[in-house]
């Protein structure tokens, strides 16, 4: 899993392809739409919808002429199930950062 997150973090990485991903998340868009939206050449906008597309991060059906991208659900899952990982971490090293500031501040004991 490592791995896969990886090559979809470094592929999302890239500045064109983040926005790709953006434009993306309200919906399926056909290249037309992509190219417009970016303001880049249709090679590049393809180019970067390979790439994407590689990583597993978009799917593509045809209607007719046209190629419709939309993001891939389980790609983005498995990103964020990685990112929560790190969440869970932090929530916990939290926790105990209170904990420690609580018993620091806690009054001492009247001989």
């Given at each position: 899993?490592?791995?896969?997150?990886?090559?979809?973090?470094?592929?999302?990485?890239?500045?064109?392809?983040?926005?790709?991903?953006?434009?993306?998340?309200?919906?399926?868009?056909?290249?037309?739409g992509?190219?417009?939206?970016?303001?880049?050449?249709?090679p590049?906008?393809?180019?970067?919808?390979?790439?994407?597309a590689?990583a597993?991060?978009?799917?593509?059906?045809?209607r007719?002429?046209?190629?419709?991208?939309?993001?891939?659900?389980?790609?983005m899952?498995?990103?964020?199930?990685?990112?929560?990982?790190?969440?869970?971490?932090?929530?916990?090293?939290?926790?105990?950062l209170?904990?420690?500031?609580d018993?620091?501040?806690?009054?001492?004991?009247?001989?």
């Open positions: 899993m490592a791995a896969t997150v990886q090559q979809r973090l470094a592929t999302i990485s890239e500045p064109n392809r983040f926005r790709i991903v953006e434009l993306l998340k309200d919906g399926p868009q056909p290249v037309g992509i190219v417009d939206a970016l303001g880049l050449g249709q590049q906008v393809s180019r970067h919808l390979r790439l994407l590689e597993g991060v978009v799917e593509v059906t045809k007719a002429q046209q190629r419709i991208y939309r993001l891939h659900p389980d790609a899952h498995v990103i964020s199930d990685w990112v929560q990982g790190f969440a869970a971490l932090w929530a916990e090293r939290m926790d105990r209170g904990s420690l500031l018993d620091d501040r806690a009054p001492e004991p009247n001989p």
